[in-house]
């Protein structure tokens, strides 16, 4: 299957700053990136859909001037938690897709710890 | 609203029997159904996608199944190692995700 690479696999940083996490597309051009958050033995939740070179659709519930996201190439989607909290400490998971009628391949996640 | 039903929420088999999990979602709109496996502490890894009514896809100990309304993933003979969470998603504008079943395979 297609590559995707997510990074960092795991951050921990101080109450009050920004963190970026990082989805690139390896071998295949991404028309769409899906960013998820999930917490321990729940399924993904969907935080925002993202096309290349328009802005981020969030979902009900999440604050897009929090969690900004940028896809500017269609290689690269980058999510960034601006002035976390603790309550943002979970695991976040990057997806990406050719197009609407084609799987998504998931990057191996990002777990945020906020101290 | 787009919504993916699985069951059962968790499964727990002998190694060598067999069983299915089953995924049922809103048809309107679909573009794709998607079988995905996670492993704790990582991101979901792709097994399958099927598009029509009647199509199958196998790989291994697995096999996925379309209706007009239902999917359903098959396991023969499981192994422990086929030990993880199953989750379907459905295609769209958006990707959307059932809740999983929890897959333990024992000695």
């Known amino acids: 299957g297609a590559v995707v690479s997510q990074h960092p696999s795991w951050v921990i940083c101080k109450s009050g700053t920004s963190v970026k996490i990082e989805c690139r597309s390896l071998?295949?051009?991404?028309?769409?990136m899906f960013w998820y958050r999930q917490f321990p033995k729940q399924s993904l939740m969907l935080m925002a859909t993202?096309?290349?070179?328009?802005?981020?659709?969030?979902e009900q519930g999440v604050e897009k001037d929090k969690f900004l996201i940028n896809h500017a190439s269609l290689t690269l989607s980058t999510l960034t938690v601006t002035s976390a909290h603790p309550e943002d400490s979970s695991f976040y998971i990057c997806?990406?897709?050719?197009?609407?009628?084609?799987?998504?391949?998931f990057g191996q996640g990002t777990r945020l710890t906020v101290v | 609203e787009d919504q993916v039903t699985q069951s059962p929420e968790a499964l727990r088999l002998q190694e060598g029997e067999s069983s299915s999990l089953n995924c049922s979602y809103t048809v309107s709109g679909l573009r794709g159904l998607f079988w995905y496996r996670q492993d704790p502490g990582k991101g979901p890894e792709f097994l399958f996608t099927l598009y029509s009514a009647g199509e199958e896809k196998e790989k291994e100990r697995l096999k996925a199944t379309l209706t007009k309304k239902e999917s359903f993933l098959h396991i023969t003979a499981p192994k422990p190692e086929d030990s993880a969470t199953y989750l379907c998603a459905r295609g769209g504008n958006k990707l959307t995700f059932g809740t999983g079943t929890q897959l333990k395979v024992e000695l």
């Open positions: 993202s096309n290349e070179g328009s802005k981020a659709t969030y």
């Open positions: 997806s990406a897709r050719a197009s609407a009628n084609t799987e998504a391949f």
């Open positions: 071998d295949f051009q991404a028309t769409t």
